[in-house]
């Protein structure tokens, strides 16, 4: 089976932007590859003045029924906590490149389970055969921002600000430009 392979573009981060970074791109490409119908639910993103939208409950508008309320409710903290745990575990791997610098590579995989057969039909197990990845590389800056009230630190917070976001910005449309590419 053929693997399709997005690459977005690198980001630079700083530490306080990474979490919400991810989470807006990992929410983003989960919400556009979803296998089937879903509600949007859109979230904003202070940290890079953007909204993005994320799988909410499907039943959101419907009559409370207790006990499709709470698999709803848990399908969707099941998918903030996957995202999260993801985000954290990649944020153990990171490695130094520089004095200041992180860098990290973080695969988003989407693979189909197969049952194999072996040894005359007797012992069977599951495979994961890969479809799709998306990979992104991302640079963690740990360099201390300006904290002054001068003019030179309040342009250089606001030089970090505005490249970080349109970095942010940029990924997220590259996903969405290579999604209406492929499908």
């Known amino acids: 089976m053929n693997c399709k392979e997005h690459y977005l573009p690198e980001l630079e981060l700083s530490t306080a ?3 919400s ?34 799988i909410a409950n499907n039943h959101q508008n419907q009559p409370p029924n207790k ?4 698999i709803v409710h848990s ?4 998918i903030d ?24 590579c973080l695969t988003v995989s989407f693979f189909e389970r197969r049952a194999t057969r072996q040894l005359f039909g007797l012992v069977s197990h599951e495979e994961r055969v890969v479809f799709e990845q998306w990979v992104m ?6 360099t201390p921002r300006p904290i002054s009230n001068d003019s030179a630190a309040l342009m250089e917070r606001q030089r970090i600000q505005v490249r970080q976001s349109s970095k942010s910005k940029s ?8 999604h209406t590419m492929y499908h």
Do not use: W
Not at 67 to 70: D, L, T
Not at 87 to 96: N, P, V, Y
């Open 137 to 142: 590389r991302v640079v963690v800056n740990n």
């Open 81 to 104: 906590q996957k995202v999260d745990d993801a985000i954290e575990s990649f944020l153990r791997t990171l490695s130094q490149i520089g004095p200041e610098l992180l860098s990290g």
């Open 21 to 54: 970074a991810l989470q807006c791109i990992l929410h983003t490409i989960l919400f556009l590859r979803s296998p089937g119908p879903v509600t949007p639910k859109d979230v904003e993103c202070e940290d890079f003045n953007l909204t993005y939208a994320r």
């Open 75 to 78: 399908l969707e903290n099941d």
């Open 171 to 178: 990924g997220s449309g590259a996903i969405f430009c290579m």
């Open 17 to 19: 932007q990474v979490r």
């Open 67 to 70: 006990a499709m309320g709470n």
